[in-house]
């Protein structure tokens, strides 16, 4: 049920309570799935470093998705630890073509602020490239797609397992 959770920090968190911390954002637990994210190496952080904002997480994924060719943008919780207090966010990060997770989001903030966070992650589901590619086609020329927010997702009955309430 849930995978090895690890932090970017050296402190540990009760796994036990990163499905109830889950719960105060109404994801399902049953589907949060431990993730080790590391970081990009410098010269593929420089590549998506000057479009990442730090607080847009959904578009900093999906430019840099096509940016670094990667497999599927991630969607899940991140437990992130704001002054030993740890908080659960929905966010997203990437999966590369090799299987390895990164978080371009906080790794460009980290580097902005010359500090890591602690952060644990959590996968509750994958979209691939493809089907971003779909997505992004059945929104249409009009909108301003770039990443597609958790909203839609809590919205759209394909995904409601991975949701509460």
Excluded at 32 to 52: F, H, N, S, W, Y
Excluded at 145 to 163: D, L, P
Aim: aromatic share 12%; proline share 4%; with cysteine.
């Amino acid at each position: 049920m849930f995978g090895p959770a690890t932090n970017r920090g050296g402190h540990s968190m009760s796994i036990q309570a990163s499905p109830e911390m889950g719960k105060m954002i109404c994801v399902n637990p049953e589907h949060m799935e431990g993730v080790t994210v590391t970081d990009l190496p410098d010269d593929k952080l420089a590549v998506i470093e000057q479009v990442t904002i730090p607080t847009f997480c959904y578009d900093n994924s999906a430019l840099a998705l096509n940016l670094l060719n990667a497999d599927s943008v991630v969607y899940g919780v991140a437990m992130v630890n704001f002054g030993g207090t740890w908080l659960p966010i929905e966010h997203c990060w990437l999966k590369l073509a090799d299987g390895d997770y990164v978080d371009p989001t906080y790794q460009v903030l980290a580097k902005l602020n010359s500090q890591k966070q602690e952060v644990i992650y959590y996968k509750l589901f994958e979209i691939t490239s493809d089907l971003m590619s779909e997505m992004k086609q059945a929104y249409g020329e009009l909108s301003r797609f770039v990443g597609v927010e958790m909203m839609w997702f809590r919205r759209s009955t394909a995904y409601r397992q991975y949701f509460l309430g």
